[in-house]
């Protein structure tokens, strides 16, 4: 069976580890290519959820490989690098909200 694994910033490791998903840190600017190169040959995961900023860094051609191969799937995502009070926080939430059913949702407290 296929696991996940989350490539992301060390300031937000815990949250997904708290998710029962496996966790690799990095940094925003650490090049991630030979990470992939060893994940990708051990078939050990199904899903790769990796830092965007982290994607661009990596070769065009391993990409293509990987997305020849199927799997691990390798999916984009934007992880706010840190919690920065209670007004950006409910404004992410909102965004995400937003864009999940279209409208604006006034969060109040």
Do not use: C, H, Q
């Not at 949250?15 to 994940?39: C, H, N, P, Q």
């Not at 965007?52 to 065009?60: G, Q, R």
């Amino acid at each position: 069976m296929y696991r996940i694994l989350i490539m992301t910033y060390p300031e937000v490791a815990t949250g997904y580890r708290l998710s029962g998903a496996d966790v690799l840190e990095f940094k925003e600017d650490e090049a991630i290519t030979s990470s992939l190169e060893v994940i990708f040959k051990k078939k050990d995961y199904g899903l790769l959820a990796v830092e965007e900023v982290m994607l661009k860094s990596v070769p065009e051609d391993l990409m293509k490989k990987i997305a020849r191969e199927g799997i691990p799937v390798v999916v984009p995502i934007n992880t706010p690098k840190g919690w920065y009070g209670a007004e950006t926080a409910e404004s992410y939430i909102a965004r995400i909200i937003r864009k999940a059913i279209g409208y604006e949702v006034k969060i109040k407290r």
